[in-house]
Protein backbone atom coordinates (compact mmCIF):
# COMPACT_ATOMS: atom_id res chain seq x y z
CA UNK A 1 0.00 0.00 0.00
CA UNK A 2 1.64 3.71 -1.10
CA UNK A 3 -0.04 6.72 0.20
CA UNK A 4 0.91 9.99 -1.50
CA UNK A 5 0.18 12.95 -0.31
CA UNK A 6 0.17 16.73 -1.76
CA UNK A 7 -1.33 20.00 -2.12
CA UNK A 8 0.53 21.92 0.87
CA UNK A 9 2.32 24.87 1.09
CA UNK A 10 2.56 28.52 2.52
CA UNK A 11 -1.00 30.45 2.92
CA UNK A 12 -2.03 33.66 4.72
CA UNK A 13 -4.09 33.64 7.77
CA UNK A 14 -7.59 33.24 6.27
CA UNK A 15 -6.47 31.56 3.13
CA UNK A 16 -7.24 27.89 1.84
CA UNK A 17 -5.62 25.02 1.01
CA UNK A 18 -6.62 21.52 -0.30
CA UNK A 19 -4.44 18.32 -0.09
CA UNK A 20 -5.19 15.57 -2.08
CA UNK A 21 -3.92 11.23 -1.10
CA UNK A 22 -3.98 9.20 -3.49
CA UNK A 23 -3.73 5.65 -2.67
CA UNK A 24 -2.67 2.38 -4.30
CA UNK A 25 -2.27 -0.96 -3.65
CA UNK A 26 -5.75 -1.68 -2.32
CA UNK A 27 -9.15 -1.51 -2.66
CA UNK A 28 -9.60 2.10 -1.71
CA UNK A 29 -13.50 2.09 -1.76
CA UNK A 30 -13.65 -0.30 1.22
CA UNK A 31 -10.64 1.54 3.07
CA UNK A 32 -11.71 4.38 5.94
CA UNK A 33 -9.28 7.20 5.80
CA UNK A 34 -7.91 9.59 8.05
CA UNK A 35 -6.01 12.75 8.13
CA UNK A 36 -3.33 13.71 10.32
CA UNK A 37 -1.45 16.33 11.70
CA UNK A 38 1.90 16.72 13.48
CA UNK A 39 2.59 20.26 14.94
CA UNK A 40 6.28 20.61 15.97
CA UNK A 41 7.28 19.85 19.31
CA UNK A 42 3.55 18.46 19.53
CA UNK A 43 2.05 15.00 18.96
CA UNK A 44 0.41 13.76 15.99
CA UNK A 45 -3.40 13.90 16.08
CA UNK A 46 -6.50 12.85 13.87
CA UNK A 47 -7.89 16.21 12.02
CA UNK A 48 -10.77 14.15 10.31
CA UNK A 49 -11.87 10.89 8.88
CA UNK A 50 -14.26 9.40 6.54
CA UNK A 51 -15.75 5.81 6.09
CA UNK A 52 -15.97 3.71 3.09
CA UNK A 53 -20.01 4.47 3.69
CA UNK A 54 -18.91 8.33 2.90
CA UNK A 55 -19.47 8.97 6.88
CA UNK A 56 -17.16 11.69 8.09
CA UNK A 57 -16.07 13.06 11.64
CA UNK A 58 -13.57 16.09 12.60
CA UNK A 59 -11.44 17.35 15.34
CA UNK A 60 -13.20 20.19 17.30
CA UNK A 61 -10.82 22.58 16.51
CA UNK A 62 -11.27 22.52 12.73
CA UNK A 63 -15.36 21.68 12.60
CA UNK A 64 -16.74 23.89 10.09
CA UNK A 65 -13.50 24.85 8.61
CA UNK A 66 -12.22 21.27 6.82
CA UNK A 67 -13.98 19.17 4.87
CA UNK A 68 -12.77 15.69 4.43
CA UNK A 69 -14.23 13.74 1.00
CA UNK A 70 -13.30 11.13 -1.57
CA UNK A 71 -13.40 10.28 -5.04
CA UNK A 72 -13.32 6.44 -5.02
CA UNK A 73 -12.70 6.05 -8.77
CA UNK A 74 -9.47 7.98 -8.21
CA UNK A 75 -8.72 6.47 -5.07
CA UNK A 76 -8.21 9.47 -3.64
CA UNK A 77 -9.19 11.82 -0.30
CA UNK A 78 -8.62 15.21 0.19
CA UNK A 79 -9.34 17.85 2.82
CA UNK A 80 -10.33 20.94 1.88
CA UNK A 81 -8.95 23.65 4.65
CA UNK A 82 -10.61 26.97 4.74
CA UNK A 83 -9.94 29.70 6.92
CA UNK A 84 -6.39 28.72 7.95
CA UNK A 85 -5.42 29.70 11.02
CA UNK A 86 -1.45 29.78 11.93
CA UNK A 87 -2.23 27.06 14.78
CA UNK A 88 -3.12 24.84 11.60
CA UNK A 89 0.87 24.90 10.85
CA UNK A 90 1.69 21.37 10.79
CA UNK A 91 2.86 18.21 8.59
CA UNK A 92 -0.19 16.42 7.24
CA UNK A 93 -0.16 12.91 6.77
CA UNK A 94 -3.26 11.12 5.16
CA UNK A 95 -3.54 7.27 6.68
CA UNK A 96 -5.08 3.92 6.91
CA UNK A 97 -5.41 1.01 8.51
CA UNK A 98 -5.19 -2.38 6.26
CA UNK A 99 -5.46 -5.98 8.10
CA UNK A 100 -4.73 -4.42 11.29
CA UNK A 101 -1.56 -2.46 9.46
CA UNK A 102 -1.20 1.55 9.82
CA UNK A 103 -0.23 2.81 6.70
CA UNK A 104 0.99 6.30 6.37
CA UNK A 105 1.98 9.29 3.58
CA UNK A 106 5.17 10.83 3.73
CA UNK A 107 3.18 13.83 4.62
CA UNK A 108 2.85 17.61 3.29
CA UNK A 109 3.35 20.56 4.90
CA UNK A 110 1.29 23.13 5.74
CA UNK A 111 2.13 26.79 6.85
CA UNK A 112 0.00 29.42 8.43
CA UNK A 113 1.31 33.21 8.48
CA UNK A 114 -0.76 35.55 10.50
Known amino acids: VQLQASGGGLVQAGGSLRLSCAAS????????MDWYRQAPGKPRELVAAITSGGNTAYTDSVKGRFTISRDNAKSTVYLQMNNLKPEDTAVYYC?????????WGKGTLVTVSS
Open 95 to 103: HLVLRGEDY
Open 25 to 32: GTIFSIND
